[in-house]
């Protein structure tokens, strides 16, 4: 059974920034992987998402040229980098992945880690 462990949320003033990490406790080939985000009171929305169709990575409007999704393949780490962040990005984050692992095709998500931006 894969994990997933999000790590790098925490309070931020409003223009900082912040860079989320996602590790898997095993490997995963993925076809799938985005950050999602849940505010309170609002249903939980993808934010960046990358798919191994082709196409390159794409972004919610809200965040287009702050947020940056990526990974590193020899660590099984996946990476949102938060810039120019505003309140209301204030939200629990969460990583999924949809992949191969031990040859079964699986979807994961992690546990969320919280950000929470002051004004």
């Known amino acids: 059974q894969v994990q997933l462990v999000e790590s790098g949320g925490g309070l931020v003033q409003a223009g900082g920034s912040l860079r989320l990490s996602c590790s898997a406790s095993?490997?995963?080939?993925?076809?799938?992987m985005g950050w999602h985000r849940q505010a309170p009171g609002k249903q939980r929305e993808a934010v960046a998402v990358?798919?191994?169709?082709?196409?390159?990575?794409s972004y919610a409007e809200p965040v287009k040229g702050r947020f940056t999704i990526s990974r590193d393949n020899a660590s099984d780490t996946v990476f949102l980098q938060m810039s120019t962040l505003k309140p209301e990005d204030t939200a629990v984050y969460y990583c999924?992945?949809?992949?191969?692992?031990?040859?079964?095709?699986?979807?994961?998500w992690g546990q969320g880690t919280q950000v929470t931006v002051s004004s």
């Open positions: 095993g490997s995963i080939m993925a076809n799938y």
């Open positions: 990358w798919t191994s169709f082709g196409g390159g990575p």
């Open positions: 999924n992945l949809v992949g191969s692992h031990r040859g079964a095709l699986g979807e994961y």
